[in-house]
């Protein structure tokens, strides 16, 4: 076969053009110039992206920190373990901060009395709370808008029938729903908690207008809301002391747990998914070596030709 391709070859059916095999030099030396330059635009590109993405960072992180805000600390929460659960007494104990202070200019219009049922509340006790609370329904028989006792499928009440009117009553500043308060904010509860117990008097040379409070924990320090959590404000029903420090732990729990109300039952998922694999990869492993074992541990001998 080689000796048939010679021939070909010799013969000239198959000729080759020796004027490809030699390029001129001078189209090289225009390759390598190319190749350079190219080169010399990516890195210039690289250099501008990176100064630009330096550059956005720095003005992101001076306008966003301050010599007068402080950031929040990480607070050793009971529920902040990998497989940890909420505190239910606390947060019954935060539904009461919420019910007795917070909900008189905040709302929670995303969260219903039957979502406290098994959480915090018996069902009694979640139907209790909702007849408690004032719900406008309507129109009746004659076009008009009334109020009647709550039910397990309403909403808790907002305290204000629109948003002009909350801003008309906190001089201009509108408060915003607590139903994901912990995850529209940076640091969740602990933003929550440090905001709650962080009001202090303005250091010098911080001047604030009326109806304003200095908050070092909040973005600008001058906050509108006035402090709401005071020792012994309200009485637990459980007995527990109500301190400032422990009703702001408490309803900050009670927001997260509105927040992410499946908290609980996603870790628990979490451990059994772990349990429920482990023993699947234990088993996988032991047909994989028993399939196996018998291949793995064969020994193939090559005998010369007697």
């Not at 969260?111 to 329904?137: W, Y």
Request: hydrophobic content about 40%; proline content about 6%; some cysteine.
């Amino acid at each position: 076969m080689a000796g048939t391709a010679g021939r070909i070859v010799r013969t000239g059916i198959l000729k080759v053009d020796s004027s490809r095999l030699h390029m001129p030099v001078s189209r090289f030396s225009t390759l390598r110039e190319m190749a350079f330059a190219r080169k010399a635009v990516l890195g210039a590109l690289g250099v501008i992206g990176g100064s630009a993405a330096g550059i956005v960072y720095a003005l992101n992180q001076s306008v966003k920190a301050s010599e007068l805000e402080l950031h929040t600390v990480k607070f050793p929460w009971p529920h902040s373990g990998i497989f940890s659960s909420l505190d239910h007494a606390s947060i019954r104990r935060g539904y009461e901060v919420y019910k007795n202070v917070c909900a008189a200019c905040h709302s929670m219009k995303y969260i219903a009395f039957r979502n406290l049922i098994g959480v915090s509340h018996t069902e009694a006790e979640a139907k209790e709370e909702a007849m408690g609370a004032q719900i406008q329904d309507g129109p009746d028989d004659e076009g008009q808008m009334y109020e009647r006792p709550g039910k397990l499928s309403d909403y808790f009440p907002n305290p204000y029938p629109n948003d002009e009117a909350a801003r008309a009553a906190n001089n201009g500043a509108l408060p915003p729903d607590l139903s994901y308060i912990t995850s529209a904010r940076h640091g969740g509860e602990n933003y929550i908690f440090s905001l709650l117990t962080g009001y202090c008097d303005p250091p010098a040379g911080v001047s604030l207008r009326e109806g304003l409070y200095y908050n070092p924990y909040f973005t600008g320090g001058a906050i509108g809301m006035a402090q709401a959590l005071y020792n012994e404000v309200i009485e637990y029903s459980d007995g527990t002391p109500a301190t400032a420090s422990q009703m702001a732990k408490d309803v900050s729990t009670f927001l997260k747990w509105a927040a992410e109300p499946e908290h609980d039952d996603r870790k628990r998922m979490a451990l059994k998914s772990i349990m429920m694999f482990s023993l699947i990869f234990a088993i996988s492993y032991y047909i994989k070596r028993h399939k196996w074992t018998v291949l793995k541990s064969r020994k193939i001998a090559f005998k010369p030709p007697q």
